[in-house]
């Protein structure tokens, strides 16, 4: 027993050496702001390093992601042909970047049909839930192949998951009960991950949805728009224009509440793609929707 305790001891002070060892590298200046962020990480990631060796099996997990999104999927409104056409396209992006990823589940991609909803997020076992309001700010295939595959990546690595475990422990659930299951709310992974899990997230992301053909600089545009949003609506809180509205201002601030400050996101990326020579000039896919419009919807 004393063995085990010292090995564990070992794995968390080497884990903790490593973890500010990178982030060291990613900030050479560290304020009193980031020194609290790093410490709130490094302990988030202590409680996460129980679930590695604890894993619940792929089935499992499947099982328990398609209980909580047919409990979410039930409570959106009909889809209209529009809607349906959109998440058709947005699987076959989706899909042709998860054939990338580790582990081999069957990621299943969704639209919510909401103009308020400028986020996206993912659920255990495969399952990732894209707004409209985050659609409709995109302006190539490309920057929706780097939004999935973030998504993607955080069940690739397990976040979505131990979510899960973390929530069943806390709460002592039964995640064999579908009752247990249907506890556990939605916004639990709304709410965003720690800044390494969302770091990690976008650096694979960015590298699946290079192997699947997109070209990076759909990131590369996203984060500098990003960016600029910003500096000018969230640090700034300037008035909106006309080409951007009140509603999308709100929508956008918790997008970036969720999420590390996207100068931070956007050096991460171009690191990322000095690092591994990804093709810069790979061209740009439009971001194309095409359907049908039947006698009963005119």
Same mark, same amino acid.
């Given at each position: 027993m004393k063995?085990?305790?010292? #090995?564990?001891?070992?794995?968390?002070?080497?884990?903790?050496?490593?973890?500010?060892? !990178?982030? +060291?590298?990613?900030?050479?200046?560290?304020? %009193? =702001?980031?020194?609290? /962020?790093?410490?709130?990480?490094? !302990?988030?990631?202590?409680?996460?390093?129980?679930?590695?060796?604890?894993?619940?099996?792929d089935d499992q997990e499947t099982r328990i992601g398609d209980e909580l999104a047919q409990q979410y999927a039930s409570a959106q409104p009909t889809q209209t042909a529009e809607m349906a056409a959109m998440e058709w396209y947005v699987s076959k992006v989706g899909g042709r970047v998860a054939a990338h990823a580790v582990r081999r589940l069957a990621f299943r991609f969704?639209?919510?049909? $909401?103009?308020?909803?400028? =986020?996206?997020?993912?659920? @255990?076992?495969? +399952?990732?839930?894209? *707004? !409209?309001?985050?659609? /409709?700010?995109?302006? &190539?295939?490309?920057?929706?192949?780097?939004?999935?595959?973030?998504?993607?990546? +955080?069940? /690739? +690595?397990?976040?979505?998951?131990?979510?899960?475990?973390?929530?069943?422990?806390? =709460?002592?659930? =039964?995640?064999?009960?579908?009752?247990? %299951?249907?506890?556990?709310?939605? $916004?639990?992974?709304?709410? *965003?991950?720690?800044?390494?899990?969302e770091f990690e997230a976008d650096r694979e992301g960015l590298r699946i949805a290079s192997a699947a053909g997109y070209s990076p600089q759909g990131a590369v545009n996203m984060l500098e728009r990003w960016t600029q949003l910003h500096r000018e609506y969230v640090i700034h809180a300037?008035? @909106?224009?006309?080409? #951007? &509205?009140? #509603?999308a201002i709100e929508g956008l601030t918790g997008y970036f509440r969720t999420h590390p400050l996207p100068s931070e996101r956007l050096a991460q990326a171009n690191e990322i793609i000095a690092q591994d020579h990804l093709p810069l000039s790979r061209p740009l896919k439009p971001f194309h929707v095409e359907y049908e419009v039947t006698s009963e919807e005119r």
């Open positions: 063995r085990i305790l010292a #090995l564990v001891a070992i794995l968390l002070i080497a884990g903790g050496a490593l973890y500010f060892a !990178q982030q +060291h590298r990613r900030q050479d200046v560290m304020s %009193v =702001n980031a020194v609290v /962020d790093s410490a709130a990480d490094w !302990q988030r990631d202590l409680t996460r390093a129980p679930m590695h060796f604890t894993r619940i099996s969704h639209v919510i049909a $909401s103009v308020d909803m400028i =986020n996206a997020f993912a659920l @255990p076992g495969g +399952h990732v839930f894209v *707004g !409209q309001g985050l659609l /409709d700010q995109m302006t &190539s295939e490309d920057e929706l192949a780097f939004v999935l595959g973030h998504e993607i990546e +955080h069940i /690739d +690595h397990y976040h979505a998951v131990e979510r899960v475990q973390i929530e069943a422990q806390l =709460n002592k659930l =039964n995640l064999d009960i579908e009752a247990a %299951v249907a506890q556990i709310p939605i $916004s639990l992974w709304q709410a *965003g991950y720690s800044k390494e899990q300037q008035t @909106p224009t006309g080409e #951007l &509205s009140q #509603l």
